[in-house]
């Protein structure tokens, strides 16, 4: 399977919740990276955080970084019905910067 | 404003056919990627260029090809030997190879085989 793989693959919550994605990996990574990608549409970068780093913070984002499990948490805050989309983690493999994996992604629903 | 250009939005191919997608980028970055997306799945990575005048394969190169003759562009060809290319194919830049920076995406192309 590949480097990255995002859990759960859907999740469904009410506006005003928050929502929790993983990504897990398998082996060290130098960068990791969250996107989001609306139905039929282009990749949007979210956040970028480093194997020297823990936690990151975008607006309603909040990134974390568990090295020593090899894996990732996206939450986002008071979800809104436009936070509806699919999200996918990107790693790369620690010993060759030119290897850079996609997961599946998480589709998430968010209900007005 | 900066960003990338994938022309066509929708592209039909007749069995036999190769056809061309273009991808532009004002962003001035060196480093361009083709990937495509299969519905429900991941992106998968077709081929990546770092610099002009050279690219390289991906993890599903069989049947596509790529030219990096300018900076800002990186067209990729869907050649009559790839058997099933009906996808969504996404090109992307950045900075420098890799992840150490992110990705700008463009808006996709959907190539469906007639």
């Known amino acids: 399977s590949q480097q990255g793989e995002e859990d759960p693959q859907a999740l469904s919550i009410q506006e005003g919740e928050n929502a929790t994605m993983n990504c897990s990996y398998k082996?060290?990574?130098?960068?990791l990276q969250w996107y989001r990608q609306n139905s039929g549409r282009g990749l949007v970068h979210l956040i970028l955080?480093?194997?020297?780093?823990r936690e990151k913070h975008s607006g309603r984002l909040r990134v974390t970084l568990d090295t020593s499990k090899k894996s990732s948490s996206l939450l986002i805050t008071a979800s809104r019905a436009a936070d509806t989309a699919s999200y996918f983690c990107a790693t790369d493999i620690g010993y060759n910067f030119n290897k850079f994996y996609f997961g599946s992604g998480t589709k998430l629903n968010v209900k007005p | 404003d900066g960003g990338i250009t994938q022309s066509p939005k929708y592209l039909f191919r007749k069995e036999g056919q190769n056809v061309t997608l273009s991808c532009e980028q004002n962003?001035?970055?060196?480093?361009m990627y083709w990937y495509r997306q299969d519905p429900g799945q991941g992106l998968r990575l077709i081929y990546y260029s770092q610099i002009v005048n050279d690219f390289q394969k991906g993890d599903i190169a069989e049947g596509y090809s790529v030219s990096r003759e300018k900076k800002e562009s990186f067209p990729l060809t869907v050649t009559s030997a790839q058997k099933n290319p009906t996808a969504f194919y996404l090109c992307a830049s950045s900075i420098e190879l890799g992840l150490g920076y992110g990705y700008t995406f463009g808006s996709g192309t959907r190539l469906t085989v007639v």
């Open positions: 082996t060290s990574i130098n960068n």
């Open positions: 962003l001035n970055h060196d480093a």
């Open positions: 955080i480093r194997s020297n780093e």
